[in-house]
């Protein structure tokens, strides 16, 4: 699992769901554990708990 997250905004969460509306395409840091601080993204959580997520 890959982990993404927008540079420069401060208030981002992590991103690891393809299809997330907030994926991050551009400019973005990149994690490939779970992150150890910042948030993680809401849509991720619940399309991967719905087996949703790619
Ligand atoms: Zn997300």
Same mark, same amino acid.
């Given at each position: 699992m890959v982990y993404r997250k927008r540079k420069g905004v401060r208030y981002d969460t992590w991103h690891? !769901? #393809? %299809? !997330?509306? %907030?994926? $991050?395409?551009?400019d973005y840091l990149t994690s490939? #554990? #779970? $992150?150890?601080y910042g948030e993680l993204c809401n849509e991720c959580q619940s399309k991967e708990k719905n087996g949703n997520c790619q």
């Open positions: 690891w !769901c #393809k %299809n !997330c509306s %907030n994926y $991050p395409q551009s490939d #554990k #779970k $992150p150890s």
